[in-house]
């Protein structure tokens, strides 16, 4: 069973950055797409950034040219930098892969971002 282990999320004020890990225990994690989603109060889980297997990356728009999101499959590590944090960006963050989140959800991280 493939776990999933997302740390990094915090209270920052607007304009802040923080950095989110995701630590994905699947052999076959250098084959996957993986993706960074959210989910805020009241609200569907949203993808909000994927990294194929060799580094090609897609965003929301809502996040485009704020957040970056990274990988090293020698570790099994899914990263996102979040930068020009904004309030509308709080949210649980949770990686998975993508398109499909195919494995079952880890615990999430939260991210709180004040005014």
């Known amino acids: 069973q493939v776990q999933l282990v997302e740390s990094g999320g915090g209270l920052v004020q607007a304009g802040g950055s923080l950095r989110l890990s995701c630590a994905a225990s699947?052999?076959?994690?250098?084959?996957?797409?993986m993706g960074w989603y959210r989910q805020a109060p009241g609200k569907q889980r949203e993808l909000v950034a994927d990294i194929t297997s060799d580094g090609s990356t897609t965003y929301a728009d809502s996040v485009k040219g704020r957040f970056t999101i990274s990988r090293d499959n020698a570790k099994k590590m899914v990263y996102l930098q979040m930068n020009s944090l904004k309030p509308e960006d709080t949210a649980v963050y949770y990686c998975?892969?993508?398109?499909?989140?195919?494995?079952?959800w880890g615990q999430g991280t939260q991210v709180s971002v004040s005014p």
């Open positions: 699947t052999r076959f994690f250098s084959l996957r797409t």
């Open positions: 998975n892969e993508s398109p499909t989140a195919t494995y079952d």
